[in-house]
């Protein structure tokens, strides 16, 4: 038997399949991007590629460029600096907010609420729910004029009356009043993005924590019942520790879910640049001007923050482990 | 798992919190199906003159209740003119092929890193997770190229196989799982029986792997019916797009019209619902296997 679980050409061609579609479409198309990046080239056919180093990096990363005829400072419309930082900004609401959240409802739930499974069920519902149908649910709610849900709420409460003169008074990036166009301005379009994702994804990591505390030995639990333990001292001290695992592959899908994230404010603004991302400046770049050398570099710096957020997490959780342990 | 339920009034409070959560994951989605059938004047509100005193009467709006009217043609328009049912036929196709090849593909790969001895697999296997963390924006552009230099943009294939190679490092990671609970004295006394290495696989492997097949599937399901920044791309423009690309075009034809907007998102989610309805556990099981493991 050992014989023939070691032929070569057997193992070969097992693997041929899975090898060939991840080789062709995930390791070579990353080395391409990585290529790419330092080409700049518009046409499909790539006839017109040139080299030009580090620009495409630089043309991101720079706010403001200068004219090489005029030599005037102009602001560069393809600076990926603000769709950084809404991403980020992004990761940290979904750290500290969604992820916390998700915890609390976790912990209820998983000690035996009546019709917990029933929950359960209905708050993960929404992650099966195509994110572009969210988003355009959401579009309808915040809709600025007659039929938008969110802002006759507003106006039947009377909380418009404050609410809206507060804001305005926040916006600077417009001098225009905010009567509820909540996409339309920087200062609100990225909290309005915010909310379908807490809405869809709670329920998301609420099922991963809940599945968690579930696999807590259930001796562990009732030992520190007998030590007579407070509810709360048994999440903190045995359930939290215990889930860590759990609580890291949560904030890694957090974080890196945050930066990759296209569809939701694709499918909620008709201009996405009020809360610009990567993923919907990478689209612009790629239809709208044909950088495709642009866009790709948007790719590697994706790749290579991803890369490196999901290993700083990672190494975070291993530290604290430790210390508990 | 027989826990003590003692009434604590804590409890009721508990509830309560947990059933405001519970209207606000189902508000929208009731909202959704209300407007789906109903006129924008229902929505919106409107007058009308009387006929008889010719008074002009106002209509206030129906923004949240049931309708008063169901207006069943929302849904035929959404339909007919919107395609809605060309592209729930295209999804279904590239889904049900991407599962095909994803669960081929890494079962096979799967048979080659547990079960087949050779030097390497663990180097192997290590290099198949990696697609785990690479975002897929890694492809697009490269990807695009090529698709279009072969002519394949706006075709099924153009969707079909990216899907899969993505999927597949999910794919492997948990058939590893199912097929270590394989006891290998099955494969001895098959080999004994006279099978070789495909006999195993086709005859013992397979029939046994069916859990896995279940999991894999319903993950790899969600993850390309659901998917839209490729989809966007590499089909446009055509008769082939799926679902979320025709949900999200739509949109440029009706943009003022809420009850065509409204059926074609119904459409696009209550096949979804109606599934997750029937086979709950199982497909948060998927998501927790492939969570938990990656």
């Given at each position: 038997m050992k014989k023939t679980l070691t032929y070569r050409l057997h193992i070969f061609l097992f693997l041929l399949p899975a090898l060939i579609l991840f080789i062709g479409i995930l390791i070579a198309p990353i080395i391409m991007s990585l290529i790419y990046s330092f080409c700049d080239f518009s046409s499909i056919s790539g006839a017109d590629m040139k080299y030009v180093g580090f620009d495409n990096?630089?043309?991101?990363?720079?706010?403001?460029?200068?004219?090489?005829?005029?030599?005037?400072?102009?602001?560069?419309?393809?600076?990926?600096?603000?769709?950084?930082?809404?991403?980020?900004?992004?990761?940290?609401?979904s750290v500290f907010i969604q992820l916390p959240l998700a915890l609390i409802i976790a912990l209820k739930l998983s000690k035996g609420i009546r019709g917990e499974r029933a929950y359960l069920s209905i708050f993960f519902m929404p992650v099966l729910i195509s994110t572009v149908i969210i988003g355009r649910l959401w579009m309808n709610i915040y809709d600025p004029g007659e039929g938008g849900l969110l802002n006759a709420a507003l106006r039947a409460l009377g909380i418009d009356k404050w609410l809206f003169p507060a804001i305005s008074g926040g916006i600077r990036s417009s001098k225009l009043p905010f009567t509820g166009q909540w996409t339309g301005f920087r200062e609100t379009a990225l909290i309005a993005a915010f909310v379908p994702i807490l809405w869809q994804y709670v329920g998301y990591h609420m099922l991963l924590m809940y599945a968690g505390i579930k696999g807590v030995p259930k001796d562990l639990l009732e030992a520190a019942q007998l030590d007579g333990c407070t509810e709360g001292q048994v999440n903190r001290h045995i359930i939290i520790p215990y889930i860590k695992p759990i609580l890291r592959v949560s904030v890694i899908f957090a974080v890196t879910g945050s930066l990759?994230?296209?569809?939701?404010?694709?499918?909620?603004?008709?201009?996405?640049?009020?809360?610009?991302?990567?993923?919907?400046?990478?689209?612009?770049?790629?239809?709208?001007?044909?950088?495709?050398?642009?866009?790709?570099?948007?790719?590697v710096v994706l790749i290579v923050l991803c890369f490196i957020f999901a290993l700083l997490i990672s190494l975070a959780f291993k530290d604290r482990g430790e210390k508990v342990a | 798992m027989n826990e003590v339920r003692k009434f604590k009034p804590s409890n009721i409070i508990v509830h309560l919190l947990l059933i405001v959560l519970v209207v606000i994951n189902l508000f929208p989605l009731y909202w959704m199906l209300t407007f789906s059938l109903k006129t924008n004047d229902e929505i919106l509100g409107h007058s009308y003159v009387d006929e008889a005193t010719g008074e002009r009467i106002r209509v206030e709006p129906n923004r949240v209740g049931l309708p008063k009217h169901w207006e069943w043609s929302n849904y035929s328009e959404a339909m007919n003119t919107g395609n809605m049912g060309q592209y729930f036929i295209n999804s279904l196709v590239v889904a049900v092929l991407v599962i095909l090849i994803t669960l081929i593909a890494s079962f096979m790969a799967t048979y080659a890193l547990t079960r087949l001895v050779w030097k390497g697999r663990k180097f192997m296997n290590k290099f198949f997770m990696l697609g785990l963390t690479i975002p897929i924006h890694a492809a697009i552009v490269p990807v695009y190229v090529i698709l279009s230099r072969m002519k394949l943009l706006n075709t099924y294939a153009a969707l079909i196989f990216p899907y899969a190679a993505f999927a597949l490092s999910m794919g492997i990671l948990i058939s590893i799982g199912f097929?270590?609970?394989?006891?290998?004295?099955?494969?001895?006394?098959?080999?004994?029986?006279?099978?070789?290495?495909?006999?195993?696989?086709?005859?013992?492997?397979?029939?046994?792997?069916?859990?896995a097949v279940a999991t894999v599937g319903i993950y790899t399901f969600l993850q390309c019916w659901n998917e839209l920044l490729f989809a966007t791309i590499f089909v446009s423009a055509g008769k082939y797009r799926t679902l979320p690309v025709g949900v999200q075009q739509l949109f440029g034809q009706y943009t003022t019209r809420w009850g065509p907007i409204g059926a074609a998102l119904s459409i696009a989610t209550l096949p979804t619902i109606i599934v997750y309805i029937f086979l709950s556990k199982r497909i948060q099981d998927s998501f927790i296997a492939g969570a938990v493991k990656g």
């Open positions: 990096y630089k043309t991101l990363f720079s706010s403001m460029l200068t004219n090489p005829n005029t030599g005037k400072m102009f602001v560069n419309d393809k600076y990926m600096g603000n769709a950084l930082g809404n991403a980020l900004a992004l990761a940290v609401l990759k994230s296209f569809d939701l404010v694709y499918a909620l603004m008709k201009d996405t640049s009020k809360a610009e991302l990567p993923s919907t400046l990478m689209y612009k770049l790629l239809f709208l001007h044909n950088s495709y050398g642009l866009g790709s570099a948007i790719a | 097929m270590g609970d394989i006891p290998y004295d099955l494969d001895e006394a098959a080999f004994l029986d006279g099978c070789g290495v495909w006999g195993i696989f086709c005859r013992v492997i397979f029939p046994l792997m069916m859990p």
